[in-house]
Nanobody
Framework: QVQLVESGGGLVQPGGSLKLSCKTN??????????MAWYRQTPGNERVWIAR???????NYDASVEGRFTISRDDDKSTVYLQMNDLKPDDTAVYYC??????????WGQGTQVTVSS
């Protein structure tokens, strides 16, 4: 069963930066074959996709984060990252990662809270 552990969130001022990590329990080989994505969710709203990274390194971003966020991966660590720069209050959310498509359609990790506030 896949397990995802997100970390790196916290409280940051507008304009600041954070780097999120998502460690999976997938083998290096299995992880290297997965497309991975980051999502975020605010209270009362659905979880939404914000960034995706293919197994061969092609990245796509939602317009709301394009140019500010960068998704990357370290296959040797079975980990995907999200570098977030120039953070805005609207980026406040719980951030989640998952594979694309989801290995387990019903599973999400615990997420990591990002709060952008002065």
């Amino acid at each position: 069963q896949v397990q995802l552990v997100e970390s790196g969130g916290g409280l940051v001022q507008p304009g600041g930066s954070l780097k999120l990590s998502c460690k999976t329990n997938l083998s290096v080989r299995d992880f290297s074959l997965q497309w991975m994505a980051w999502y975020r969710q605010t209270p009362g709203n659905e979880r939404v996709w914000i960034a995706r990274l293919t197994d061969d390194g092609l990245a796509n971003y939602d317009a709301s984060v394009e140019g500010r966020f960068t998704i990357s991966r370290d296959d040797d660590k079975s980990t995907v990252y999200l570098q977030m720069n120039d953070l805005k209050p609207d980026d406040t959310a719980v951030y989640y990662c998952n594979s694309v498509p989801r290995i387990d359609a019903s599973y999400w990790g615990q997420g990591t809270q990002v709060t952008v506030s002065s």
